[in-house]
């Protein structure tokens, strides 16, 4: 299994920011290619501004998709304006992990 932590600061628009993240999501689970084999979770630490993603994927191919698709690039360029410089990606092989 293969994944990224992506982690940043953000303190804007509370409501614009949850409105890209939904988008993004949607288009996953819409995506007959990635749908399944590409998993999204976000979030935010209770304290502070700092934001948490984790995706995981089955195969290198299936994050290649991913990155081919408009949705993806437009989301991509939305997190990076989010971040304000502050984005953090790690790429990451997941070694344990529970059922579910």
């Given at each position: 299994?293969?994944g990224i932590?992506?982690?940043?600061?953000?303190?804007?628009?509370?409501?614009?920011?949850?409105?890209?993240?939904?988008?993004?999501?949607?288009?996953?689970?819409?995506?007959?290619?990635?749908?399944?084999?590409?998993?999204?979770?976000?979030?935010?630490?209770?304290?502070?501004?700092?934001?948490?993603?984790?995706?995981?994927?089955?195969?290198?191919?299936?994050?290649?998709?991913?990155?081919?698709?408009?949705?993806?690039?437009?989301?991509?360029?939305?997190?990076?304006?989010?971040?304000?410089?502050?984005?953090?990606?790690?790429?990451?092989?997941?070694?344990?992990?529970t059922k579910?």
């Open positions: 299994m293969h932590d992506i982690q940043y600061e953000f303190s804007g628009d509370e409501a614009e920011w949850t409105a890209a993240i939904r988008a993004f999501v949607k288009a996953i689970d819409a995506d007959e290619d990635v749908a399944g084999r590409f998993t999204y979770r976000v979030t935010k630490a209770k304290q502070g501004n700092t934001r948490i993603h984790w995706g995981q994927w089955d195969v290198p191919e299936t994050v290649q998709i991913l990155q081919s698709r408009d949705y993806f690039k437009t989301f991509a360029t939305k997190l990076q304006g989010f971040s304000n410089g502050t984005l953090s990606p790690t790429p990451v092989s997941v070694l344990h992990r579910t």
